[in-house]
Antibody
Framework: QLRLQESGPGLVRPSETLSLTCTVS??????????WAWIRQAPVKGLEWIAS???????SYNAALKGRITISVDASKNQFSLNLTSLTAADTAVYYCVRGLASGSGLNWFDPWGQGSLVTVSS | DIQMTQSPSSLSASVGDRVTITCRASQSIGINLHWYQQKPGKAPKLLIY???RLQTGVPSSFSGSGAGTDFTLTISSLQLEDFATYFCQQSDSAPQTFGHGTKVELK
């Protein structure tokens, strides 16, 4: 059974960079049948897709956050990561790593989800 | 971006009730609509994909229907474990977007 587990700091200061890692167990990030993504959930804004990446290197980013996001995969550790720069209070949210089913459009449903990592941006 | 509007935002129901939740897309999305269940402090869990296909392991009391812009999630007989928040998500065009959720509470 595939499991995803986020890790990262719980508290980050404004203007700094958030680095989150998702460790995948029970399956490989190398599988071309799937892609790997990050989604966040903030109390007011709700669920927001951030970015996706295939092992092949194909990436897609939410334009609302573009320029601030980097997503990468480390197959040797069976992990993928998210970097989000220039943080503000609006980036405070629970961040989830998820798996998506590959398709031509690169868009699909998400399953499974990691348990989530609460990130608070505050000085 | 495609806007996803869920209604109602919350509802109160009793065990055994039939519950219907609606999700409307701001433009046609075919059947590229998926439903999730989220319990407090937990991650969302996929229930239904492509509008009507039940995810493995999900009780048959859950069903989905619709195409184009209007979609429905139905719980035929509400159980205690079904009290949760439900979200819809479209994957027809980027960015993939979610509804704001429908909270199902115990009456």
């Amino acid at each position: 059974q595939l499991r995803l587990q986020e890790s990262g700091p719980g508290l980050v200061r404004p203007s700094e960079t958030l680095s989150l890692t998702c460790t995948v167990s029970g399956g490989s990030v190398r599988r071309s049948s799937y892609y790997w993504a990050w989604i966040r959930q903030a109390p007011v804004k709700g669920l927001e897709w951030i970015a996706s990446m295939y092992y092949s290197g194909r990436t897609s980013y939410n334009a609302a956050l573009k320029g601030r996001i980097t997503i990468s995969v480390d197959a040797s550790k069976n992990q993928f990561s998210l970097n989000l720069t220039s943080l503000t209070a609006a980036d405070t949210a629970v961040y989830y790593c998820v798996r998506g089913l590959a398709s031509g459009s690169g868009l699909n449903w998400f399953d499974p989800w990691g348990q989530g990592s609460l990130v608070t941006v505050s000085s | 971006d495609i806007q996803m509007t869920q209604s109602p935002s919350s509802l109160s129901a009793s065990v055994g009730d039939r519950v219907t939740i609606t999700c409307r897309a701001s433009q046609s999305i075919g059947i590229n609509l998926h439903w999730y269940q989220q319990k407090p402090g937990k991650a969302p869990k996929l229930l239904i994909y492509e509008a009507s296909r039940l995810q493995t392991g999900v009780p048959s009391s859950f069903s989905g229907s619709g195409a184009g812009t209007d979609f429905t999630l139905t719980i035929s007989s509400l159980q205690l474990e079904d009290f949760a928040t439900y979200f819809c998500q479209q994957s027809d065009s980027a960015p993939q977007t979610f509804g704001h959720g429908t909270k199902v509470e115990l009456k």
